[in-house]
């Protein structure tokens, strides 16, 4: 498109470590913000991943554009809280913090992951998965399922009303996988599994069931 003729005014914006932005806007893994080389702060606010730098990121780009000192975005950003549903955390019982997410396609699901294994560091991440959008019920993207959840210390996934084979297709994730078409074996499956220190990542487009507030009661329990 770009290639074509691109008639507007143009910010371009990337990761440092990715050669290609040119004389843009970039961001470090430490939140150093750099245009055409210069250092114009240091990014600081709660949000997880490289994603959501990158989202940031564009938000300062288009507010400079729009005459928004950098420094005056970074004071705002700082005090973002986020929004339902990225990496919300539901609650936490006997040192098990149950979040939920939104994602539910492969990128999104291996991007949240990533996002999350860089907040908590070495603490183990239980990710939870209910594959519920039309593509994949479909199954249409479940060859990139088993690579998305690669950095999983466990996986479990509920199967119900599904067309393909779930299990199959995930096997490649070994002895992390758990399968289960009935929510409340699931429920118990992973609260059996659940240690101190532990991050159960919940992710679906849905209701799941109400599956976060019952998977806080049983470990309570």
Known sequence: MLARGCWS?????????VPGTGPGWTIAVDGSILLGGAAQGTLAFGQAGRHNQLNALAAIAAAAHAGVPVA????????FRGVKRR?????????ITVYDD?????????TTIDG??????KARILAVLEPRSNTMKLGAMKDALPGSLALADRVFCYSANLGWDVAGALAPL???????????ALVADIVA???PGD?????SNGGFGGIHDKLLAALAA
């Open 9 to 17: 005014e143009v910010e371009r914006f990337g990761l440092a470590e």
């Open 72 to 79: 005056e975005s970074l004071a705002a950003l700082a005090g």
């Open 87 to 95: 990496l919300e955390a539901r609650g936490t019982v006997k040192g």
């Open 102 to 110: 939104f994602a539910h396609h492969p990128t999104a699901i291996a």
């Open 116 to 121: 999350l294994k860089r907040k908590v560091g």
């Open 174 to 184: 070994g002895a992390r996988l758990c399968v289960r078409d009935d929510l409340g």
């Open 193 to 195: 599994a659940a240690q």
């Open 199 to 203: 991050q159960v990542l919940v992710m």
